[in-house]
């Protein structure tokens, strides 16, 4: 066994860490949340220079064919600086091309930093079953028609292209049924409500008219969508995971730093023992996720599903926990300064809140991991 | 990063679990697995056995005697002993005192002592807390008196486990008491037939006789029982602390304890239903699985770093170890409900047949909750653990 990650993983961790330091620091990111765009161009420039765009994308498509272990390095240290750009969609975007084998013009227009893409999962009513699909996707004579709202999109008023779920088939919640789509964000039909997050992210609200799409579009087979759609949320979650990671690493620095330096009752407030007491309890979920992670991004690859659905929504659910804990001890350590807008610490606790909701809460996840058949079969 | 053994450990583990499968009595086993309580000889012989394989041994080098295994081997034989359900190797002699013995000890203590631990004929306690010293434990006041080629021991040892069956002891005794306190304490090897020494019974909340008093009243002690030098009994003390926790987390023992509680949730009924199929009781089961999945990952993070000597981060090891040891127990009785009440002695010491209401599976489940609560205060406490952590790793 080898925890270690190889020098290029490690040096490209370090070019990234220079680079959130350099070019993403803490009130370059709040004018790009106050900007009208929402996200920088500059910065997307300066990941698709540092390689972080063409990593996940195959060697075929002018990519390096990353690991889940290299995407796990980029975003520990995404997570690390709060980057709020649209890495995590367009990532997640793109791992629907590959495993679907189609649209690898995209694919290279990811690698090179020229798109962008969003995924129009959730719905109104769907809160964290994907399935859960109302969109309707009917068959015209040269493709389909998609007809339906996608909420909660993130990023998606700023991409380029979008992957929708749809209902070709099928009662709303049936798996069976299911189809997806890549379309031009800009087709006509497509009308886009976007508005700002709390954690300083953009989300659209997708309104699908009549949408016409050719044959071509499809990324599934017609109603044969749920596995590719589960697949990819699964590999969405593990780049989350260790997002979170980073998160609490920087999250946990930051408060053992300030229990370090800040003085009350003429000692460091770190000196009290039930501060370090708390702090200790931090570090060891620090620790716990941290190994969650770790396994994630080591299943996401494995054959048995099973093996995959239970690790992944394992470490959903472990790191739910741990980034709660840790993200509201960092604040109360913090004390006053804590519930200001204006320390870094605020914004990674309100980061490490929203990637809770985003893909499946701890309950969520860990409802499915009972769900899983071998969680009843003990051995 | 690769989370695969390689080929050669998974030949390994499987050579372990053959000779396990061939070797390990099943009375014994059955004893373990359901939770009954070991008697000297069931300990005595599963070493013997073991020691015949030349197995006994996992952390000592080969010159010793031992196995000279890697860490990542010594976790895989853990691993596989807990799966089997053999009972435990105690680790007073083999992994407490032994190592204290190689590292300070002299070459006549070495010839006599570490043969005699490897083979059993040696059943050690370890004389540490006193009533007055249990976190704060170089407060420690038994005295230690030098009186020609004696040392004349005068003292309480409290807490001392299975010292009802040892025939020696290890002491930190005070032999300075004008020094600052760590600097007073020497490390004693002491025959527990010498005459002054008295073992009295303290029963635990689950009515088991597991640890004891041990008075000293003018124990003659000869001088060459004395380890290293005069004094300096809190290094060698804090060295053994080292590998004492060796396998603290217990995750072998626990996955297994896993299986057991998910077999009887689904024997067990609520609603009508197996209790595993009732939604609150499973989220429990699963939490519990999912903290154990991401301790096992941590102890092989911790293994593969540093060649099987834990530092600090051992603390973290023994505190989500036995938490999750704990509550295992908690939810093991939590299932059987009203069968966690029968009480029956004579069935946890063996009995095959017992007279009381329940099952086989339920009967020991309480007493084995009531002894567990031991693991978060014995080893140095859990709170003791998050001291060490802010100190040692935190820096705070």
Known sequence: MDFNLTQEQTQFADALRRWVEKDYGFENRKQIIESAEGISDKAWGGLAELGALALPVPEEQGGFNGSAIDMLVIMQELGRGIVIEPYFATVMGAEFLKKSGKHEDVLEQIAGGEVKLANALGERQSRHDLFDIATTASKTADGFAINGIKTVVLHGAQADKLIVSTRSSGAQRDTNGISLFIVDANA?????????????????????????????????????????LDA????????????????????????????????????????????????????????????????AAVKIASDDVEERRCTVSAAKARIGQAAKYIGQQAVQLHGGMGVTNELPVAHMFKRLTTIELTLGDTDHHLARFVAQPGFKNAA | MDLNYTAEDL??????????????????????????????????????????QGWVATGWPAEYGGTGWTATQRHIFEEECARAGTPAILPFGVNMVAPVIMAFGNQTQKDYYLPRILSCEDWWCQGYSEPGSGSDLASLKT????????????????????????????????????????????????????????????????????????????VKVPVENLIGEE??????????????????????????????????AAKHQKNGLPLIDDAVYASKVASLEVELMALEITVLRVISQDSGRPGPEASLLKIKGTEIQQRLTELMVEAVGPYGL????????????????????????APYYFNFRKTSIYGGSNEIQKNIITQMILGL
């Not at chain 2, 009595?25 to 015949?52: C, G, M, T, Y």
């Not at chain 2, 010292?163 to 527990?192: N, P, W, Y």
């Not at chain 2, 004094?231 to 023992?253: P, Q, S």
């Open chain 1, 188 to 228: 006509e039909g497509i009308s886009r409500h976007d508005y700002r997050t709390i954690d300083g992210y953009r989300a659209a609200d997708i309104t699908f008219s009549n949408v016409q799409v050719s044959q071509d579009a499809l990324l599934s087979t017609v109603d044969g969508g749920w596995e590719l």
């Open chain 2, 11 to 52: 030949a390994f583990r499987d050579e372990v679990r053959t000779y396990l499968e061939a070797n390990l009595p099943q009375d014994l086993q059955q004893k373990v697995l359901n939770h009954k309580r070991l008697s000297r000889e069931d300990f005595v012989r599963w070493h013997k056995i073991l020691a015949k």
């Open chain 2, 342 to 365: 029968p009480f029956d002695p004579a069935f946890l010491e063996g009995e095959t047949e017992h007279s009381i209401v329940g099952d086989d599976d339920a009967a020991p489940l």
């Open chain 2, 143 to 218: 005295r230690a008196e030098r009186e020609g080629d004696h040392y004349i021991v005068n003292g309480q040892k409290t807490w001392t486990t299975l010292a009802q069956h040892a025939d020696m002891i290890f002491c930190l005794v005070r032999t300075d008491t004008g020094v600052r306190k760590q600097e007073g304490i020497s490390f004693l090897l002491i025959d527990m037939k010498t005459p002054g020494i008295t073992v009295r019974p303290i029963i635990m909340l689950d009515e088991e006789h597991e640890v004891n008093e041990v008075f000293f009243d003018n």
């Open chain 2, 231 to 264: 004094n300096k009994g809190w290094t060698y003390a804090k060295y053994l602390l080292g590998h004492e926790r060796t396998n603290i987390a217990a995750v072998g023992r626990a996955k297994r304890e896993l299986q057991f509680l998910k077999r009887i």
């Open chain 1, 232 to 295: 990819v949320a699964d590999y969405g979650v593990t780049l989350l995971c260790a997002e979170s990671i980073g998160i609490m690493e920087a999250i946990t620095a930051a408060t053992l730093d300030y229990l370090k330096t800040r003085q009350q009752f003429g000692v460091p407030i770190g000196k009290f023992q039930v501060l370090q007491h708390r702090m200790a309890e931090m570090f060891m979920e620090m620790e716990q996720a941290r190994s969650m992670a770790t396994l």
